[in-house]
């Protein structure tokens, strides 16, 4: 399997060698076509003013046909000579059967004085008046030449000749290889660059991933607290990963706290009652508890199963709410006020007990909200059996209804002791108690609180506290039905 280095390297890698060679064959392809064409344009040039030179002396000296033979021109011999030298060219004066009279090389008389030119080729020339092509003359040059030729002619326009003016192509192609040989060198300088360039950018990308591996390693090893490193030289989306981990990480490091926690608490919770019913009826049977004494603690070994009776079951309703959230067939309409009075009346003996002064504030006509019935009054009767156990004696507990356009908002509240504030976000969790000893409330299990959140966001409600100036209020909300 290949890494994600390896394959960003190598497809980088890949591209710059197909651009490279792309340039190079473009950046050949169009000097070439360049130089052909200024040596078409130079060559044409020179055939063009040997064949006006030509055409001068021809005119002035008629050097052409003379008693039969043929006589060369000292003075064009020179000047062509000259020419040529300049030039780093060869020059032909040919009549127009295509025999040599005059060549430019050195000698007045060269071996190439006297022969003739393919037919075909001089056919050509006179009929296009003029050509350039590459080709070689065989006969004349071995190697493979630029050729253009040009006719002249006398001053009443007659065509006596034609020049054709060549030079070895190795003259021009030295300069594209001298091209060639320093774009390669450029171009390798510049793969090595790159690819040192590649290497370092590419690690420093590659970096961040295999950080965010190695902390995905030491979490699943255990390591609640691995995080990655976000900002830096990270780019946007690694930053985004590495933020979407560490999130993930913190959740699942509080879902495991909260596991761990859970698991604790149920010990602690199960342990006494289960000690003291293992306790008392040990006692029973050994006989260490008198007889006439086994009613007395057989009534509170009763009281001790129905409190784990109502941990189990507050427990089932509360993963049934998780799982399967309140089914809507369940959902109804409901006098909200009637609701809060028929849970009221039920601690009537509790709050006459304390002396409790009760403040309603309801409105005067009815007020609907949908939920499941049931359910809302266990989150209210959780909310006033709370409201009434922290109330001092002669305290004062408060019950609101509000609405607004959409929603309906229930208050319960109490004087005496606030909560401190670093307690405020903890009341709702599972399990959490005021009270750390858990000596002073034998009856609670810490989840009624709890199942109230539960039951409230089960509806898609939410619920709030605050606690301050010697006051706790509970705040919930219900979604608002116009009427029935």
Same mark, same amino acid.
């Given at each position: 399997m290949k890494s994600t280095f390896g394959r960003l390297f190598s497809v980088t890698a890949l591209i710059l060698v197909a651009a490279s060679l792309l340039m190079g064959l473009s950046f050949w392809s169009m000097v070439r076509s360049y130089l052909m064409d200024e040596r078409e344009n130079e060559l044409t040039a020179n055939a063009q003013a040997v064949a006006a030179l030509a055409s001068d002396y021809a005119a002035a000296y008629s050097f052409y046909q003379y008693a039969g033979g043929y006589v060369q021109d000292l003075s064009l011999n020179m000047n062509m000579t000259v020419a040529a030298q300049v030039s780093k060219t060869d020059a032909l004066v040919c009549d127009t059967d295509g025999r040599i009279l005059i060549c430019s090389c050195q000698v007045p008389v060269c071996a190439h004085t006297g022969q003739y030119l393919r037919e075909s080729y001089v056919q050509e020339i006179l009929r296009k008046n003029g050509d350039f092509r590459t080709q070689t003359l065989k006969g004349i040059y071995e190697q493979e030449r630029y050729c253009a030729a040009q006719p002249f002619a006398l001053p009443d326009g007659t065509t006596v000749g034609i020049v054709v003016v060549t030079q070895a192509i190795h003259n021009a192609s030295g300069i594209v290889s001298q091209l060639t040989e320093i774009f390669m060198l450029v171009a390798m300088v510049v793969l090595v660059?790159?690819?040192?360039?590649?290497?370092?950018f590419t690690s420093s990308q590659i970096r961040p991933l295999r950080d965010l591996a190695q902390a995905a390693r030491d979490f699943g090893h255990g390591d609640l607290k691995a995080r990655v490193r976000t900002g830096g030289d990270n780019t946007e989306e690694i930053d985004e990963v590495a933020i979407a981990f560490n999130n993930m990480a913190a959740s699942l490091e509080q879902s495991e706290y909260q596991r761990q926690e859970f698991v604790a608490n149920v010990s602690h919770e199960l342990k006494t009652p289960m000690t003291?019913?293992?306790?008392?009826?040990?006692?029973?049977?050994?006989?260490?508890?008198?007889?006439?004494?086994?009613?007395?603690?057989?009534?509170?070994?009763?009281?001790?199963?129905?409190? %784990?009776s109502r941990l189990v079951r507050s427990m089932l309703d509360i993963s049934r709410l998780?799982? #399967?959230? $309140? =089914?809507? &067939? @369940?959902?109804?309409?409901?006098?909200?006020?009637?609701?809060?009075?028929?849970?009221?009346?039920?601690?009537?003996?509790k709050i006459n007990d304390k002396a409790l002064e009760?403040?309603?504030?309801?409105?005067?006509?009815?007020?609907?909200?949908?939920?499941?019935?049931?359910?809302?009054?266990?989150?209210?009767?959780?909310?006033?059996?709370?409201?009434?156990?922290?109330?001092?004696?002669?305290?004062?507990?408060?019950?609101? %209804?509000?609405?607004?356009?959409?929603?309906?908002?229930?208050?319960?509240?109490?004087?005496? #002791?606030? $909560? =401190?504030? &670093? @307690?405020l976000p903890l009341v709702f969790d599972r399990f959490h108690k005021l009270d750390k000893s858990r000596s002073l409330n034998r009856d609670g299990w810490g989840l009624g609180l709890y199942i109230v959140k539960t039951i409230v966001c089960s509806h898609g409600e939410d619920i709030s506290v605050t606690s301050r100036d010697g006051k706790t209020e509970f705040t919930f909300t219900l979604t608002q039905v116009n009427s029935l």
């Open positions: 660059l790159a690819v040192i360039c590649i290497s370092v003291t019913i293992s306790g008392y009826v040990d006692g029973i049977i050994d006989g260490t508890i008198p007889p006439e004494k086994a009613r007395q603690y057989l009534d509170i070994v009763s009281d001790e199963t129905k409190r %784990l998780q799982d #399967q959230g $309140i =089914p809507k &067939e @369940e959902m109804g309409n409901f006098d909200v006020a009637e609701c809060l009075g028929q849970v009221l009346i039920t601690f009537e003996k009760v403040q309603v504030d309801f409105p005067e006509y009815p007020v609907y909200g949908r939920g499941v019935l049931d359910s809302i009054t266990q989150v209210v009767y959780n909310l006033v059996d709370n409201a009434v156990k922290f109330c001092p004696q002669g305290g004062r507990l408060g019950l609101t %209804l509000r609405e607004s356009d959409t929603k309906v908002y229930v208050s319960v509240s109490n004087t005496g #002791q606030t $909560i =401190p504030p &670093e @307690e």
